[in-house]
Nanobody
Framework: QVQVVESGGGLVQAGGSLRLSCAAS????????MGWFRQAPGKEREFAAA????????YYGNFVQGRFTISRDNAKNTVYLQMNSLKKEDTAVYYC?????????????????????WGQGTEVTVSS
Protein backbone atom coordinates (compact mmCIF):
# COMPACT_ATOMS: atom_id res chain seq x y z
CA GLN A 1 0.00 0.00 0.00
CA VAL A 2 1.16 3.53 -0.79
CA GLN A 3 0.24 6.84 0.77
CA VAL A 4 0.88 10.05 -1.12
CA VAL A 5 1.10 13.63 0.11
CA GLU A 6 1.25 16.62 -2.22
CA SER A 7 3.02 19.89 -1.54
CA GLY A 8 4.26 22.93 -3.39
CA GLY A 9 1.02 24.63 -4.27
CA GLY A 10 0.45 28.32 -3.73
CA LEU A 11 -0.28 31.65 -5.33
CA VAL A 12 1.64 32.60 -8.46
CA GLN A 13 1.26 35.24 -11.14
CA ALA A 14 0.36 34.30 -14.67
CA GLY A 15 3.48 33.36 -16.60
CA GLY A 16 5.20 32.12 -13.49
CA SER A 17 6.26 28.64 -12.41
CA LEU A 18 5.62 26.21 -9.59
CA ARG A 19 6.97 22.78 -8.79
CA LEU A 20 4.63 20.39 -7.09
CA SER A 21 5.96 17.45 -5.13
CA CYS A 22 4.30 14.19 -4.24
CA ALA A 23 5.94 12.29 -1.41
CA ALA A 24 5.01 8.63 -1.22
CA SER A 25 5.36 6.11 1.53
CA UNK A 26 5.74 2.40 0.98
CA UNK A 27 8.62 0.17 -0.01
CA UNK A 28 7.16 -0.60 -3.42
CA UNK A 29 6.89 3.00 -4.61
CA UNK A 30 9.48 2.42 -7.31
CA UNK A 31 7.16 -0.06 -9.00
CA UNK A 32 4.11 2.22 -9.13
CA UNK A 33 2.92 4.30 -12.01
CA MET A 34 2.13 7.84 -10.91
CA GLY A 35 -0.19 10.52 -12.12
CA TRP A 36 -1.17 14.11 -11.53
CA PHE A 37 -4.74 15.30 -11.90
CA ARG A 38 -6.40 18.61 -11.22
CA GLN A 39 -9.84 19.89 -10.36
CA ALA A 40 -10.83 23.47 -10.96
CA PRO A 41 -13.75 25.04 -9.09
CA GLY A 42 -17.03 23.83 -10.52
CA LYS A 43 -15.36 21.42 -12.92
CA GLU A 44 -14.65 17.72 -13.02
CA ARG A 45 -11.23 16.36 -12.20
CA GLU A 46 -9.01 16.12 -15.26
CA PHE A 47 -5.80 14.36 -16.11
CA ALA A 48 -2.59 16.38 -16.19
CA ALA A 49 0.37 14.01 -16.42
CA ALA A 50 1.51 10.44 -15.84
CA UNK A 51 4.82 8.63 -15.52
CA UNK A 52 5.71 4.97 -15.46
CA UNK A 53 7.72 3.26 -12.73
CA UNK A 54 11.12 3.96 -14.28
CA UNK A 55 10.44 7.47 -15.52
CA UNK A 56 11.14 6.53 -19.12
CA UNK A 57 7.53 6.92 -20.25
CA UNK A 58 5.53 10.09 -19.66
CA TYR A 59 2.18 11.29 -20.92
CA TYR A 60 0.36 14.61 -20.67
CA GLY A 61 -3.13 15.97 -20.88
CA ASN A 62 -4.05 18.01 -23.92
CA PHE A 63 -4.15 21.28 -22.01
CA VAL A 64 -0.49 20.98 -20.95
CA GLN A 65 0.91 21.88 -24.40
CA GLY A 66 4.54 21.52 -23.35
CA ARG A 67 4.28 23.66 -20.22
CA PHE A 68 4.45 20.92 -17.56
CA THR A 69 7.04 18.23 -16.91
CA ILE A 70 6.49 15.19 -14.73
CA SER A 71 9.48 13.42 -13.23
CA ARG A 72 10.30 11.09 -10.37
CA ASP A 73 13.11 10.25 -8.00
CA ASN A 74 12.57 6.71 -6.77
CA ALA A 75 15.42 7.03 -4.29
CA LYS A 76 13.46 9.81 -2.61
CA ASN A 77 10.01 8.26 -3.15
CA THR A 78 8.93 11.48 -4.81
CA VAL A 79 7.20 12.54 -7.99
CA TYR A 80 7.35 16.09 -9.27
CA LEU A 81 5.26 18.25 -11.55
CA GLN A 82 7.15 21.24 -12.86
CA MET A 83 4.65 23.79 -14.15
CA ASN A 84 5.84 26.67 -16.29
CA SER A 85 4.06 29.48 -18.15
CA LEU A 86 1.13 29.17 -15.81
CA LYS A 87 -2.20 30.57 -16.89
CA LYS A 88 -5.15 31.74 -14.85
CA GLU A 89 -7.07 28.68 -16.07
CA ASP A 90 -4.47 26.44 -14.38
CA THR A 91 -6.00 27.44 -11.06
CA ALA A 92 -7.11 24.20 -9.43
CA VAL A 93 -6.47 21.68 -6.72
CA TYR A 94 -3.78 19.32 -7.97
CA TYR A 95 -3.88 15.69 -6.90
CA CYS A 96 -1.20 13.04 -6.99
CA UNK A 97 -2.24 9.44 -7.55
CA UNK A 98 -0.47 6.10 -7.46
CA UNK A 99 -1.21 3.05 -9.58
CA UNK A 100 0.08 -0.37 -8.51
CA UNK A 101 2.06 -2.28 -11.12
CA UNK A 102 -0.78 -4.76 -11.57
CA UNK A 103 -3.08 -1.96 -12.73
CA UNK A 104 -0.89 0.57 -14.49
CA UNK A 105 -1.06 0.48 -18.28
CA UNK A 106 0.02 3.22 -20.62
CA UNK A 107 -3.23 3.04 -22.60
CA UNK A 108 -5.33 4.00 -19.57
CA UNK A 109 -2.82 6.10 -17.63
CA UNK A 110 -4.67 9.23 -18.71
CA UNK A 111 -7.83 8.13 -16.91
CA UNK A 112 -8.56 7.68 -13.21
CA UNK A 113 -9.10 3.94 -13.67
CA UNK A 114 -5.64 2.58 -12.81
CA UNK A 115 -5.00 4.85 -9.82
CA UNK A 116 -5.74 3.32 -6.47
CA UNK A 117 -4.18 5.76 -4.02
CA TRP A 118 -4.87 9.48 -3.96
CA GLY A 119 -3.53 12.39 -1.99
CA GLN A 120 -5.54 15.21 -0.44
CA GLY A 121 -4.43 17.71 -3.04
CA THR A 122 -2.49 20.94 -3.09
CA GLU A 123 -4.08 24.17 -4.22
CA VAL A 124 -2.62 26.24 -7.04
CA THR A 125 -3.93 29.73 -7.68
CA VAL A 126 -2.75 31.70 -10.69
CA SER A 127 -3.48 35.40 -10.64
CA SER A 128 -3.68 37.55 -13.74
Amino acid sequence: QVQVVESGGGLVQAGGSLRLSCAASGRSFGRYGMGWFRQAPGKEREFAAAINWSGIWTYYGNFVQGRFTISRDNAKNTVYLQMNSLKKEDTAVYYCAASPPTRFRTDVAGTEAPYEYWGQGTEVTVSS
